[in-house]
C-alpha cells in the first residue's frame, strides 16, 4: 500500500516492498502473489534468487541474499551480482526439508563507489590528494568491527593512502586501487543503512517431491477374478512394480466400502450381490477412512506391506478421499459434518443433472469445524503413524482451500517429509491455487496434450512461467478415469510414445495398472471411461505370455534414473524440427551427458525428419562430430552440426532416448 | 506472506492476498508492485479493474469493485463481470482529482448457484420438489433487507414456488426460472460471507496531467541580443505560445544566477562579464528559490505574467532544480545542508572525471532533515501561492528516492492538481521508479528513437505493460540540452517529422524554442548541444521572414484539440506497412472518428508504401469503401479495405493525418 506520509521516513528505513531512504528492492524472484503463497525447493538444489535492486544518485550497491532453515537463528548469507538492467542475482542451496526464509539485503558501496570515482579521476590525471584523505577516513572508519589482523591492514593502507610523495604514478593511488584493500574493504562493508526486503517463505521437500515413478494398482486385483485380492497378495504387485524400477505404488483408497446406493459394474446404479462397489465411496458398518477394507485385511497386514515396500526401496502412497459413503460412521456420529436438505435427509453429490447418491460430501464450514478439520487431519496423521509418507488427494477443487492450507501447513510442521499430490482436474487457476495453497504436486492435462505444438506450448508454461516454482507436474499416461482416445486408436506404439513423452518430460510420472498391457477398450465411443472399469469390479491381471511393456518400462525407469538430467523439469529444452509429427528435446544438467529425445508421435505410420539441434543449449562445437548413443537399443550414432537426420518407425521403436557425447 | 497458522481461519475472513475461506481474489490490476506504488487515472475517465477470482466447488460467483473518492466515508460499487479464465472485469470513473481508493469484493452466487442447478435438473425431467422448497427458503432468508415493496414480491415468489401443482411444464419451476425474480435476487445477495481484497490506492489528476502540448522557453531571451529580456517581455512570448495553441509554457529557472565559477559561452569554463551564466546555477547575494532574478523583474511581474496567461488559457511550468550555486543564500545559512570535505570545502557536484563547480548538490541525509526537506517543500508551496500549477523537476534521479515520494505527496494533500514532471534522463528502472514515486509525468526516450522498429517498441512499452499504469511520457521533440542527430542532419522535413510523431504518439508533447525555427546546428560533431546553447547566453529569436513550422505547429494543436483520441495515450495501435520507412498507427475513440498517421521517417527522399490497416481496430467493413481525410492539406481520399497505397515527399507533406470516415 502507499503509505499515507505524514513525516519524513528515516533515511534508510526497511519498508517493503521497499522505497524509503535511497534503496529500492523490488520484484524479488521466487515470489508467488506477493508472496501470499511460497514458493517450492528442494534440499540439496540450488534455488536462483533475483531482485531489481536500485538506487538513486550514482552511488554502487553491494547486495546478499538472506536465508535461514527451519529452526535456525541465525541468518546465512549469499550474495548476489548485477545482471542486466538493474536486475541482481545470487543463489543459495538449503540443505533441509522444511519451511525456510529468504530476503534480500542492499546497501551503498561507499568504498566501491570511492574507488570508482578516483580512479576516473586518476586516469584524468586530476589533482586526487582530498580525496585519498576521504579514502583513508572511509578505511578508519571500518576499524572497530575487524579483528586485530586486519585492523592492522587497514591502518597500514590508510597510512599509504597518506604517504607524502611527489612519485609517479603516485604510489598512493596504486594502493588505493589495490585489490587486496578492495577485498579488506568488501569484508567490511558498513551495512547501518542497508535496506532489507520483506522476508519470503520456501517449502523446502525431499528428493521425491520433484523426481519418482509412479504405479497405481488395485489392491483387491491381486487375487483372482472371483477372489478378492488382499493386502498380502499385493506384495507379489509391490515387487512386481519395484521390479520394473517404479519408486512408489499409489493405492486407490483400501477403506470399508459402502453399500448402500452402491454401483454395479460399469458404473450401473444397481449394484449385483457379488459386486464390490468403488474404493470412493468410503464408510461402512466396518469403519471409516482409519479402517482397512475386511476383505483387502487388517492394519496389522497393512503394516506388513509398508513393510515390504521399505525393504523393497519404493513407497506407498495411500488414497485421501474426503467423502462418505451414507454407510460412513459419521453419517451417524457427525450428521453436523453433511449438508442437509428441508426434508432432514442429508445432501448427496450432484453435478446436475448427474446424482451420485452414494456419495455425501463433507461441509466444510459446518460449526463443528474444529472437530470436523481436527477429524480429517488426523485420518492423515494416523496413516503417517503407519509409515505412510505419500497421499494423493482425491478431487480436492471440490472442497475447501482454507482446509487444505490449514490442513498440509499442519501436516509439514510435524512431518516436512510428506508428500501431497493433488488430483484436480479443472480450470487452470483453480489447479495452480491448489498447488500455491501447499499441494507438493499435482496431476495435470498431459493426457490431453498429444500434438507437437500442445505439447510444446504446455511444458513451455510449466517450466517457463511462474508456475515453475510452484506447480510440480506429475505426469500420469493413463488413470482409471482417463484412457484417452489417442491410446484407444494408436495401439501398442502409442502407449510407448505416451510412456517415452511422461517419463522423459516429466521428473515424476506415472502409469495406471493395464497401461503396460496395452489395454484401452473404452466402455463406449467417444469415452475416457475403460470398460469394465478396475473402479467397479476386481481386474486381476498378468503379463505371462502377453504382449507387454515391462521390459520397456523397466529400461525407461533405469535409464531416468542413471541420468540426473531426468530428473529435473525447468533444464528441459524443445528444439525444432521439420516435421510436426517428430518432436525433441532435451535435457541438461551440470557435469552430466545432456538427453536427447526425440519422438515420432504419428503411431500409425514411420516418420522422419532433420532435427536442428541448439548446439549452444547442448554444450557442442558446431564442427566436431559428436556421437548420439540410443539408450533404449543400445546403438550409437555419428552426428554433427546442428542439423540432422532421424527416422523412426513406431512398429520398431517410435523413440529415441540418446545420450550425447562421451 | 504465507501466514504462521495455528487455528482454522474463519472460512469467509479477509486476508488478502486473499484466500481465507473459499475464495481467491489475486491478480488485481491496476496494481503496482504488490501496492506498493500507486496507480494513476484522470478525474472522469474510466478505470478499468481486473483480478483473478476464483473460489473451491462449483458454485457462481459474484463480485464488484467498490471504490471511494478524497474526503468520501462511504464506498461506491460498480459490478464485475468474468471474461475467460477466471478473470472478472470491471470499470469505474472517479469524477474528482486526489487519491481515490478500490478494492474487490466477491461472494458466493448462491441464489445463482439454486438457479443453475435447478434449470439443469428440471431440463433432464428430474423431480425437484425439494429444491423448489429450497429456493424458497433462500426468498425467504432475504426479506430482512429488503423494502416493503420487495418484500411482498418475494413473499409472492416463495408462494408460487411452493404452489401444489400437477400441471406441466410445472408452472413453479417456470417462476423460479423468470428473470423477474432473479433481479429481486441480484439487488439483495447475502454478502456476509463476502471476500473483499486489500485496498489499492489511486492518484487522480485533472486531464492536463495527460494531454498538453508544451513550449520550452527562456524568458530571458524575449529581449534583444544585448538587452537581458524581462518577465514583462515575456508576455509576447506567451501570446505567441497561445497562438501557436500551446497549453503549457515551461520556463527554465527564473531565480537570481550564481557569479562563482559562472560558466560562459558555449560552457566555457570561465564567464566573460557580460555571460548571464546558466540559469539552473541558483542562487546568489540576491537571493535563492524563491527570488525572480533581478535582471528578469519582480515577484509582481511574475504574478502579473501568471495572469496574462490565465487570461490566455495556457499554462506557466517553472523549473524545479534542488541544487545551488555557491553564491546561495543556504551556503551560510545551512552549511550543514550539504556535503563536506576533509579539508572543510563544500563537495561541488561531479560525474567523474567532469567538475560542476558552479552548482553544489544538497546532502538529503542531512542531520536537519525536517528542516531541509520542509524548506524544499516550501518552495514548491511558495510558487504555488504564485499560481503555478506545473513544475518541472530537474534532475530527480540524482536526489533522494524518498524525498520526492514525500515531498509530492505532501504537496498533493494541499493540492491535488500540481504536476510534477520529471526531467531524468537514465536507466528504465530508475526512470520508472520516479514515476512510481508519485511524478505525474515523464521525459522519455522519445528524442532516441527514430526508426520505425525502435518507435513501435518504445510506444509498445509504454502503453501496452504495466508502465501504462503509472508512467505518462510527455514526449518532447529537442530541448536545450538534445538537440538529435536526425535533427541535425535531416533539415526542415526532419523536424516536421519529429513533431508529428511526438505529438500524435503521444497526448503530452513539447518543444523547446529554436524548433519552430529549424536551429540544428550542434557544438560540435558528434555532440547533441547547441551551438550558442540558450544554457549559457541570450538567443532572441524573430520567426517574422524566416522559413519556420509556426502554421504546421498551429494546424497540428488544432487537429489535436479537435480530435478526442488524440489525447489519449493506451488508444494507440500500430498498422503493418511493407516499407521500413513508412510507419502508421491510428487512435480510437468511443464514438469519435479514428485518426490514422501514416508517416515518412526518411527527410530525404520520398517513399511510397502499402499500409495494412487493422481494419477491427478502425471499425472498418472489409468490403465498403471509406473516407480519408488529410487535416493537414484537407484532402479527401476513398480507400477500400486493408491494403492502401500511399506515397509521401518529404519535402512536400511527410506525413499524413487521417481522421477516418464521415
Same mark, same amino acid.
Given at each position: 500500500?502507499?503509505?499515507?506520509?505524514?513525516?519524513?521516513?528515516?533515511?534508510?528505513?526497511?519498508?517493503?516492498?521497499?522505497?524509503?531512504?535511497?534503496?529500492?528492492?523490488?520484484?524479488?524472484?521466487?515470489?508467488?502473489?506477493?508472496?501470499?503463497?511460497?514458493?517450492?525447493?528442494?534440499?540439496?538444489?540450488?534455488?536462483?534468487?533475483?531482485?531489481? @535492486?536500485?538506487?538513486?544518485?550514482?552511488?554502487?550497491?553491494?547486495?546478499?541474499?538472506?536465508?535461514?532453515?527451519?529452526?535456525?537463528?541465525?541468518?546465512?548469507?549469499?550474495?548476489?551480482?548485477?545482471?542486466?538492467?538493474?536486475?541482481?542475482?545470487?543463489?543459495?542451496?538449503?540443505?533441509?526439508?522444511?519451511?525456510?526464509?529468504?530476503?534480500?539485503?542492499?546497501?551503498?558501496?561507499?568504498?566501491?563507489?570511492?574507488?570508482?570515482?578516483?580512479?576516473?579521476?586518476?586516469?584524468?590525471?586530476?589533482?586526487?590528494?582530498?580525496?585519498?584523505? #576521504?579514502?583513508?577516513?572511509?578505511?578508519?572508519?571500518?576499524?572497530?568491527?575487524?579483528?586485530?589482523?586486519?585492523?592492522?591492514?587497514?591502518?597500514?593502507?590508510?597510512?599509504?593512502?597518506?604517504?607524502?610523495?611527489?612519485?609517479?604514478?603516485?604510489?598512493?593511488?596504486?594502493?588505493?586501487?589495490?585489490?587486496?584493500?578492495?577485498?579488506? =574493504?568488501?569484508?567490511?562493508?558498513?551495512?547501518?543503512?542497508?535496506? *532489507?526486503?520483506?522476508?519470503?517463505? !520456501?517449502?523446502?521437500?525431499?528428493?521425491?517431491?520433484?523426481?519418482?515413478?509412479?504405479?497405481?494398482?488395485?489392491?483387491?486385483?491381486?487375487?483372482?477374478?472371483?477372489?478378492?485380492?488382499?493386502?498380502?497378495?499385493?506384495?507379489?504387485?509391490?515387487?512386481?512394480?519395484?521390479?520394473?524400477?517404479?519408486?512408489?505404488?499409489?493405492?486407490?483408497?483400501?477403506?470399508?466400502?459402502? *453399500?448402500?446406493?452402491?454401483?454395479?459394474?460399469?458404473?450401473?446404479?444397481?449394484?449385483?450381490?457379488?459386486?464390490?462397489?468403488?474404493?470412493?465411496?468410503?464408510?461402512?458398518?466396518?469403519?471409516?477412512?482409519?479402517?482397512?477394507?475386511?476383505?483387502?485385511?487388517?492394519?496389522?497386514?497393512?503394516?506388513?506391506?509398508?513393510?515390504?515396500?521399505?525393504?523393497?526401496?519404493? #513407497?506407498?502412497?495411500?488414497?485421501?478421499?474426503?467423502?462418505?459413503?451414507?454407510?460412513?460412521?459419521?453419517?451417524?456420529?457427525?450428521?453436523?459434518?453433511?449438508?442437509?436438505?428441508?426434508?432432514?435427509? @442429508?445432501?448427496?453429490?450432484?453435478?446436475?443433472?448427474?446424482?451420485?447418491?452414494?456419495?455425501?460430501?463433507?461441509?466444510?464450514?459446518?460449526?463443528?469445524?474444529?472437530?470436523?478439520?481436527?477429524?480429517?487431519?488426523?485420518?492423515?496423521?494416523?496413516? @503417517?503413524?503407519?509409515?505412510?509418507?505419500?497421499?494423493?488427494?482425491?478431487?480436492?477443487?471440490?472442497?475447501?482451500?482454507?482446509?487444505?492450507?490449514? =490442513?498440509?501447513?499442519?501436516?509439514?510442521?510435524?512431518?516436512?517429509?510428506?508428500?501431497?499430490?493433488?488430483?484436480?482436474?479443472?480450470?487452470?487457476?483453480? =489447479?495452480?491455487?491448489?498447488?500455491?495453497?501447499?499441494?507438493?504436486?499435482?496431476?495435470?492435462?498431459?493426457?490431453?496434450?498429444?500434438?507437437?505444438?500442445?505439447?510444446?506450448?504446455?511444458?513451455?508454461?510449466? *517450466?517457463?512461467?511462474?508456475?515453475?516454482?510452484?506447480?510440480?507436474?506429475?505426469?500420469?499416461?493413463? *488413470?482409471?478415469?482417463?484412457?484417452?482416445?489417442?491410446?484407444?486408436?494408436?495401439?501398442p506404439p502409442?502407449?510407448k510414445?505416451?510412456?517415452?513423452?511422461?517419463?522423459?518430460?516429466?521428473?515424476?510420472?506415472?502409469?495406471?495398472?493395464?497401461?503396460?498391457?496395452?489395454?484401452?477398450?473404452?466402455?463406449?465411443?467417444?469415452?475416457?471411461?475403460?470398460?469394465?472399469?478396475?473402479?467397479?469390479? !476386481?481386474?486381476?491381471?498378468?503379463?505371462?505370455?502377453?504382449?507387454?511393456?515391462?521390459?520397456y518400462?523397466?529400461?525407461?525407469?533405469?535409464?531416468?534414473?542413471?541420468?540426473?538430467?531426468?530428473?529435473?523439469?525447468?533444464?528441459?529444452?524443445?528444439?525444432?524440427?521439420?516435421?510436426?509429427?517428430?518432436?525433441?528435446?532435451?535435457?541438461?544438467?551440470?557435469?552430466?551427458?545432456?538427453?536427447?529425445?526425440?519422438?515420432n508421435?504419428?503411431?500409425?505410420h514411420w516418420?522422419?525428419?532433420?532435427?536442428?539441434?541448439?548446439?549452444?543449449?547442448?554444450?557442442?562445437?558446431?564442427?566436431?562430430?559428436?556421437?548420439?548413443?540410443d539408450?533404449i537399443t543400445?546403438t550409437?550414432?555419428?552426428?554433427?552440426?546442428?542439423?540432422?537426420?532421424?527416422r523412426l518407425d513406431p512398429q520398431e521403436e517410435p523413440a529415441h532416448?540418446?545420450?550425447?557425447?562421451?
Open positions: 500500500m502507499a503509505k499515507d506520509q505524514g513525516t519524513i521516513p528515516p533515511a534508510a528505513a526497511s519498508n517493503q516492498p521497499s522505497t524509503t531512504g535511497h534503496m529500492v528492492i523490488q520484484r524479488i524472484s521466487p515470489q508467488i502473489d506477493c508472496g501470499r503463497y511460497r514458493a517450492k525447493a528442494i534440499a540439496g538444489d540450488r534455488v536462483d534468487v533475483g531482485a531489481d @535492486i536500485l538506487r538513486d544518485g550514482p552511488d554502487l550497491l553491494r547486495a546478499v541474499i538472506r536465508y535461514r532453515g527451519p529452526g535456525e537463528t541465525k541468518w546465512s548469507e549469499a550474495p548476489m551480482d548485477p545482471t542486466e538492467n538493474d536486475r541482481w542475482e545470487g543463489w543459495f542451496r538449503p540443505s533441509t526439508v522444511g519451511p525456510w526464509r529468504y530476503c534480500v539485503e542492499a546497501w551503498t558501496d561507499d568504498f566501491g563507489t570511492w574507488r570508482r570515482d578516483l580512479s576516473r579521476k586518476a586516469v584524468a590525471g586530476q589533482k586526487v590528494d582530498l580525496e585519498l584523505e #576521504e579514502g583513508a577516513l572511509l578505511i578508519e572508519s571500518r576499524l572497530d568491527g575487524m579483528s586485530a589482523e586486519a585492523k592492522t591492514s587497514a591502518i597500514a593502507w590508510a597510512t599509504k593512502l597518506r604517504a607524502k610523495t611527489r612519485k609517479r604514478p603516485d604510489p598512493r593511488v596504486i594502493a588505493a586501487l589495490d585489490d587486496d584493500l578492495l577485498v579488506l =574493504m568488501n569484508a567490511h562493508p558498513d551495512r547501518t543503512g542497508s535496506t *532489507t526486503s520483506d522476508v519470503l517463505e !520456501l517449502t523446502v521437500e525431499r528428493e521425491r517431491a520433484r523426481f519418482g515413478a509412479w504405479y497405481e494398482f488395485f489392491p483387491r486385483s491381486s487375487g483372482t477374478k472371483t477372489k478378492h485380492g488382499t493386502l498380502k497378495d499385493s506384495h507379489k504387485t509391490l515387487r512386481y512394480a519395484a521390479d520394473m524400477g517404479f519408486d512408489v505404488v499409489y493405492l486407490p483408497p483400501i477403506h470399508p466400502i459402502g *453399500t448402500a446406493f452402491r454401483k454395479g459394474k460399469n458404473n450401473k446404479l444397481k449394484a449385483g450381490p457379488k459386486d464390490v462397489g468403488s474404493p470412493w465411496a468410503i464408510g461402512a458398518a466396518e469403519g471409516g477412512h482409519k479402517d482397512v477394507h475386511p476383505d483387502l485385511g487388517t492394519i496389522e497386514d497393512f503394516d506388513e506391506l509398508v513393510a515390504e515396500a521399505e525393504r523393497l526401496g519404493i #513407497e506407498i502412497c495411500l488414497d485421501f478421499a474426503i467423502q462418505c459413503s451414507p454407510d460412513h460412521p459419521w453419517v451417524t456420529d457427525h450428521p453436523e459434518w453433511f449438508n442437509h436438505r428441508p426434508d432432514g435427509t @442429508i445432501k448427496y453429490a450432484e453435478n446436475p443433472p448427474k446424482k451420485y447418491q452414494d456419495i455425501y460430501p463433507i461441509n466444510f464450514d459446518t460449526p463443528d469445524r474444529q472437530g470436523l478439520w481436527d477429524e480429517l487431519k488426523s485420518i492423515v496423521d494416523f496413516w @503417517i503413524g503407519h509409515g505412510v509418507k505419500i497421499f494423493r488427494v482425491d478431487n480436492p477443487h471440490t472442497k475447501s482451500f482454507a482446509f487444505w492450507e490449514w =490442513m498440509i501447513d499442519g501436516v509439514h510442521r510435524e512431518h516436512p517429509d510428506v508428500i501431497f499430490l493433488a488430483e484436480a482436474f479443472t480450470r487452470p487457476k483453480v =489447479m495452480q491455487t491448489l498447488a500455491k495453497l501447499g499441494f507438493t504436486q499435482s496431476y495435470t492435462y498431459f493426457t490431453w496434450r498429444n500434438y507437437k505444438w500442445e505439447i510444446e506450448e504446455y511444458l513451455t508454461e510449466l *517450466t517457463r512461467t511462474e508456475m515453475a516454482h510452484y506447480f510440480r507436474p506429475n505426469f500420469f499416461a493413463n *488413470t482409471p478415469d482417463i484412457l484417452h482416445e489417442y491410446l484407444q486408436a494408436g495401439g502409442a502407449f510414445i505416451r510412456l517415452v513423452l511422461a517419463s522423459m518430460l516429466s521428473p515424476t510420472y506415472g502409469i495406471y495398472s493395464g497401461f503396460e498391457l496395452f489395454e484401452n477398450v473404452p466402455v463406449k465411443e467417444g469415452s475416457e471411461e475403460y470398460l469394465n472399469s478396475e473402479k467397479f469390479e !476386481l481386474r486381476p491381471r498378468s503379463v505371462k505370455g502377453k504382449p507387454n511393456l515391462v521390459p518400462i523397466t529400461r525407461i525407469n533405469d535409464v531416468r534414473k542413471k541420468h540426473p538430467a531426468l530428473s529435473e523439469l525447468t533444464n528441459l529444452h524443445f528444439h525444432q524440427t521439420d516435421k510436426d509429427a517428430i518432436i525433441a528435446f532435451s535435457k541438461t544438467s551440470p557435469g552430466e551427458a545432456p538427453i536427447l529425445v526425440v519422438v508421435l504419428n503411431p500409425w516418420e522422419e525428419a532433420t532435427v536442428e539441434l541448439d548446439l549452444d543449449v547442448l554444450g557442442l562445437d558446431p564442427s566436431d562430430p559428436f556421437e548420439v548413443h539408450l543400445d550409437t550414432f555419428v552426428w554433427r552440426g546442428a542439423w540432422n537426420y532421424v532416448i540418446f545420450r550425447i557425447g562421451r
